[in-house]
């Protein structure tokens, strides 16, 4: 799971935005038009192989760039998906937008994830088997997971969160 | 969120500092699973905090370390 979520927002002291975000929150809504966006999104994601830009989504949507920008505004507080500082595409949880250390194989195809539980999320996303390689973080030993019916090839690996579950939105980049 | 050949990688990992959680990569599997399994549906809807709090209960990952607020 990248930047402080209101990082690249200018209207962080809008009294409005931020009643408008609390009621975001806590009602995870997604009003119809955003949602096509987020699907257009995804689904270029998976298709692409890579972060669609702004201009392929709008272009799969039918709509003006402006409006894909706007929704993905709406879309990042509402934390269906994360934008970096440059109004970019960051996470599209579980993929990631940016090389990480999580590379996905699933389906024939490679993706980067955000995190262990994103690596593990691509192939459940698809529906198919999976295999990530990563690191040991202590020991920077390679790991190569291979994931067959949802069960992983090698039981003893273990994966730690640092952050309390409260806090993982805070700074979803750190988390 | 990042994984360990085995606990005693994380402590070691962690030089005293506070630990989070740990939990067997077979039960991330299960949580990614059951958090991912719609993220690409047609008919996607955003979860709720309680959906999402009861993927986590139903796994047992429970007490105040995995309430979400």
Known sequence: M??????????AHDPDRTIRKRLVCRIAAVEPDDLKVRNATYRRFVELGRAPTVADVAATVGVAEDAVRGSWARLHDAHALV????????????????????????????????????AFGIGAAL???????THCRDCDDALRVRIRDGRPDDPRLVFHVLVPAAQWWNDIGST | MLLFRSEGHVDRWLAGRERGAVIPITKLAELAAAW???????DWQPHTREQN???LDDLGLTGPFWRLG
Do not use: K
Not at chain 1, 127 to 133: I, K, R, T
């Open chain 2, 53 to 55: 709090q009861a993927i």
């Open chain 1, 2 to 11: 990248s930047g402080p979520q209101t990082s690249r927002h200018a209207h």
């Open chain 1, 127 to 133: 529906h198919v088997d999976s295999e990530f390689e």
């Open chain 2, 36 to 42: 991912w399994h719609d993220r690409l549906s047609a």
């Open chain 1, 83 to 118: 934008l970096g500082d440059d109004g970019d595409l960051r996470m599209v949880n579980p993929f990631a937008a940016r090389p990480t250390d999580f590379r996905v194989d699933a389906g024939g195809r490679s993706w980067y994830a955000n995190c262990a539980w994103d």
